[in-house]
């Protein structure tokens, strides 16, 4: 049976196999063969019962970063802000040209407009014909336009730390509860 991981943490891997989810470990062949199981990934699986599993083969992979740690991604999501932290450009294009090395379409979208709207930013990475939102975590601003911009892609989203990453995630969905 095949799969795709949907979450790693602590060793166990949550394979979605067309709605149902199983927890599963990976087996020891991956170590020696020094390959390691990555959200994204599409999976071979075997199935022990009682929601468990093992992962027994890695299908080949479209793409794969290394920050974040993802495989088999559309869009790069790159967050971005003008407020606190200040992201610097320099951050953008280098996130732009790996995903471009690998095939992968990318979005910037600038939390905290209503601290900054960002209009340096926006008006580059806009020119520059990269899907480029203003939203903010905190107000809702923008959200449902990001909603519209990841429906039907798998996403990984990217950005220095405190730019809001987990607040826009929380604000897509509310069950989601990140800290």
Request: neutral net charge.
């Amino acid at each position: 049976m095949t799969g795709r991981i949907q979450k790693a943490l602590s060793g166990f891997y949550y394979v979605d196999i067309g709605g149902t989810i199983l927890a599963c470990r990976a087996r020891g062949k991956f170590r020696k063969e020094g390959i390691s199981p990555l959200v994204g990934d599409r999976v071979e699986l075997r199935e022990l019962g009682g929601g468990e599993g093992f992962v027994e083969k890695v299908l080949p992979r479209r793409n794969v970063f290394s920050r974040p740690a993802v495989a088999n991604i559309d869009q790069l999501v790159v967050i971005a802000s003008a407020a606190i932290p200040r992201t610097d450009p320099f951050l953008i294009d280098r996130v732009a040209s790996i995903a471009a090395l690998k095939d992968c379409a990318v979005a910037v979208v600038l939390n905290k407009c209503d601290l900054d709207p960002a209009d340096a930013l926006y008006d580059i990475y806009r020119a520059s014909g990269f899907p480029t939102l203003r939203v903010s975590a905190e107000t809702g601003e923008g959200i449902e336009d990001l909603k519209g911009l990841i429906s039907g892609k798998l996403s990984a989203f990217t950005g220095n730390s405190g730019v809001g990453k987990s607040s826009i995630l929380n604000a897509l969905d509310t069950d989601f509860h990140l800290q």
